[in-house]
């Protein structure tokens, strides 16, 4: 079976190719950097991304002066075969300046609209407002937090033995975000939750 990265073309950027780095976790980009052959190889052989630097001119393991590594996990080409995805494991922060990114970012997991309600959720639940219905699911205790839980859940099953798509996909859509206030009354995230199912699988 061919190896993709012999399939590298090196000569369209004069011996160097793009490597977006991208947390195999998050899924967040951490930065940009430029590899050549001996870069690409050393970094299959170790373990350990590594760069040609173009204003030290050699080749420059990240990390090796700060211990910051970034741990290889996977190593992709693109269809054009002059860009590499890396995925890896960050050993710190990836950035010079000390930031998670080179864009300054938080290294955070995100569920896209979920990660938004689950701050607004535990923004009702640091900061009560009185004519909020999530802040006043929090007052009256877990008790009845984890009541609505099973009481959407009832509903879902209802619904799911039925033909009204609409009706299942509210209720699903109920018991998730009571679920979400559930998971925040019990000092948990989202991402406490995916972790024991990344740790099954």
Same mark, same amino acid.
Not at 1 to 9: A, E, T, V
Not at 44 to 56: A, D, L
Not at 90 to 119: I, Q, R
């Given at each position: 079976?061919?190896?993709?990265?012999?399939?590298?073309?090196y000569n369209k950027t004069?011996?160097?190719?793009p490597a977006i780095i991208q947390d195999a976790k998050t899924k967040n980009v951490l930065m940009l950097g430029y590899m050549n052959e001996e870069a690409v190889a050393k970094t299959?052989?170790?373990? /350990?991304?590594? &760069?040609? %630097?173009?204003?030290?001119e050699r080749l420059w393991t990240k990390g090796e002066e700060s211990g910051n590594f970034l741990e290889l996990v996977d190593l992709k080409v693109d269809c054009d075969n002059d860009t590499l995805l890396i995925q890896a494991k960050?050993?710190?922060?990836?950035?010079?300046?000390?930031?998670?990114?080179?864009?300054?970012?938080?290294?955070?997991? /995100?569920?896209? &609209?979920? %990660?938004?309600?689950?701050?607004?959720?535990?923004?009702?639940?640091?900061?009560?407002?009185?004519?909020?219905y999530t802040s006043s699911l929090f007052k009256k205790g877990i008790n009845?937090?984890?009541?609505?839980?099973?009481?959407?859940a009832v509903e879902v099953v209802i619904e799911a033995k039925d033909n009204s798509e609409e009706l299942f996909l509210n209720e699903s859509a109920d018991l998730l975000y009571h679920y979400m206030i559930l998971l925040r009354a019990k000092g948990y995230d989202l991402e406490d939750v995916v972790k024991v199912l990344e740790d099954r699988h």
């Open positions: 079976m061919d190896n993709p990265l012999s399939k590298i073309d004069n011996g160097l190719v299959q052989e170790t373990g /350990n991304v590594t &760069f040609y %630097s173009r204003s030290k960050p050993v710190g922060p990836t950035c010079h300046k000390g930031t998670d990114t080179c864009w300054g970012e938080a290294n955070s997991s /995100n569920f896209a &609209f979920l %990660s938004k309600l689950e701050a607004v959720i535990k923004d009702r639940h640091d900061n009560p407002d009185e004519e909020s009845k937090v984890a009541q609505k839980v099973g009481e959407e």
